[in-house]
């Protein structure tokens, strides 16, 4: 598949699987192959070939929608949103928490591909702040569309490459080596839910203290969905919570009902009372 050909096809994923186009800049290439095997597996010859399937066929629309999903991810992604959450908000958010007599730390990962994400937030919340929280057990949702990728995060283990952000220490105390792999702990298991769960059709009920939806629909989703997708994700956030969005990720332009809650980190506060 040529480069133009590749471009026509991400246009008509956007316009018909409410796609945005922008947001395949870094990686069409990647999409483009991937599309170009999925042809050759069904023996279609053609750029025109395929899109009159895809015109026809809403199964391979779906199959096509799945290619397009591309995930990069790692342990402590953007760091400083996670040492800002670590050292800040999230203590702020447990201490009126613990005020109100609860103990139950509540966090949702929207898009969490193989695990690298909750499994951060699991890390972080038992070495980072279990310690002045003993208290707190953590209840955490973790979502995505692909089923293969949930079997992967089920099984919590990881190249040691994937883990090289972490704080150093808390590889080796929260992880055991089993061959070329790390693999979690029990203990940082304890408290995770994974669903399959596609953003645009389902989300958990909630309410959460924290919500990340990172490099997903503020990324991949035309701006109409990423209304309503932002509209569902500020319903399931308390008062006072957090939601964290992609570090090169920006909100609809006439977002409203949200407020910075670290300088110019990709953290947002609900507008309104606090917790």
């Known amino acids: 598949m040529t480069d133009a050909e590749c471009l026509e096809l991400?246009?008509?994923?956007?316009?018909?699987l409410q796609l945005r186009y922008e947001g395949f800049r870094r990686v069409r290439g990647?999409?483009?192959?991937r599309v170009g095997r999925r042809?050759?597996?069904?023996?279609?010859?053609?750029l025109p070939a395929y899109l009159e399937r895809l015109e026809a066929d809403p199964a391979e629309r779906a199959v096509l929608d799945a290619l397009c999903r591309v995930t990069i991810s790692r342990f402590y992604r953007d760091q400083g949103v996670f040492e800002a959450l670590r050292e800040s908000l999230l203590p702020r958010i447990l201490e009126d928490v613990r005020s109100r007599g609860e103990s139950v730390f509540r966090v949702w990962s929207a898009g969490c591909a193989s695990g690298e994400e909750p499994y951060t937030v699991a890390v972080l919340f038992r070495l980072g702040l279990w310690p002045r929280f003993p208290e707190f057990r953590l209840e955490l949702v973790a979502t995505d569309a692909d089923a293969s990728l949930l079997e992967r995060a089920r099984r919590g283990c990881y190249r040691r490459a994937t883990l090289r952000e972490l704080p150093?220490?808390?590889v080796d105390q929260a992880f055991t080596s089993e061959g070329e792999e790390l693999c979690l702990r029990p203990e940082y298991r304890e408290g995770l839910d994974f669903r399959c769960q596609d953003l645009r059709e389902g989300m958990p009920e909630g309410p959460f203290h924290l919500v990340l939806c990172r490099n997903v629909a503020f990324t991949y989703f035309a701006r109409p969905v990423q209304r309503e997708v932002l509209a569902r994700l500020l319903e399931r956030l308390v008062p006072g919570g957090v939601?964290?969005?992609g570090a090169h990720e920006s909100l609809p332009e006439d977002a409203q009902g949200l407020v910075r809650a670290a300088g110019a980190l990709p953290l947002f506060h609900p507008s309104g009372p606090g917790l």
């Open 10 to 16: 991400l246009r008509w994923a956007s316009l018909h």
């Open 30 to 33: 990647q999409v483009c192959k």
């Open 243 to 245: 939601l964290a969005i």
């Open 168 to 170: 150093s220490g808390w």
């Open 39 to 46: 042809m050759k597996a069904l023996g279609v010859v053609g």
